[in-house]
């Protein structure tokens, strides 16, 4: 098992509401990347965060945002939840200038009614 | 931007015969390939990766092969076991000069290990 801690494990909103996930990154590592895997598909990129900015943006909308904080824990938000948010939310961590492994958290499982 | 393609979707085979799983990839700046093994309900797990400066990478039942020129990688497993069951995922990630690390994944191939 990876150091990557993911909370909540499921989560089940309504949609039109405001979701938060959350993530702790393996210790040393200082990159954070967020992915969306629906259900039978591989990991979509949304976003990486590096020292606190993002640094990289995948094909999602505005709703989706992030944070990093200085210990390089990590929060997805989700705006305005949609039925077809609803998905497996992976992160990942690495340690940018060390080496290019990326580990993933267990996930959090959103379903949006 | 990158993309991934991966064959086959589905494939079983019997415990102890050899399984094969292909991707091609389209960004030639890509330089790193690895692949995940994803059981049901739980994370994907990284099982071996190359870089671009390698051309085969081999550990004990797994090995991975990437051929530049062709823009495409395969996973190799030997000697399979019903715990290797599962899915697998291949990606590929552009450098540091793309700004970001960020994994383009294929779609996944159900692999199923008969007794």
């Known amino acids: 098992e990876t150091g990557v801690t993911q909370s909540p494990t499921h989560l089940i909103k309504t949609r039109g509401q405001q979701v938060t996930l959350r993530c702790s990154s393996q210790s040393g590592h200082n990159t954070v990347s967020w992915y969306q895997q629906a259900l039978g598909q591989g990991p979509q990129f949304i976003f990486q965060y590096y020292r606190e900015e993002e640094n990289g943006r995948g094909n999602f909308p505005p709703r989706f945002s992030g944070l990093q904080f200085p210990n390089y824990s990590s929060e997805l938000n989700v705006n305005a939840l949609e039925l077809d948010d609803s998905a497996l939310y992976l992160c990942a961590s690495k340690n940018r200038g060390l080496s290019d492994e990326q580990y993933f958290g267990p996930g959090t499982r959103l379903t949006v009614t | 931007g990158e993309n991934v393609e991966q064959h086959p979707s589905t494939l079983s085979v019997q415990e102890g015969d050899s399984a094969v799983i292909k991707c091609t990839y389209s960004d030639s700046a890509s330089n790193y390939f690895p692949w995940y093994k994803q059981e049901l309900g739980k994370r994907p797990q990284l099982i071996i990766d190359i870089r671009s400066n390698v051309g085969e990478k081999k550990d004990q039942r797994i090995a991975v092969t990437l051929n530049k020129t062709a823009k495409h990688f395969s996973l190799h497993i030997t000697e399979t076991q019903p715990e290797d069951s599962a899915v697998y995922f291949c990606?590929?990630?552009?450098?540091?000069?793309?700004?970001?690390?960020?994994?383009?994944f294929g779609k996944g191939t159900k692999l199923s290990v008969i007794p």
């Open positions: 990606a590929a990630i552009l450098g540091p000069g793309a700004g970001s690390y960020q994994l383009t």
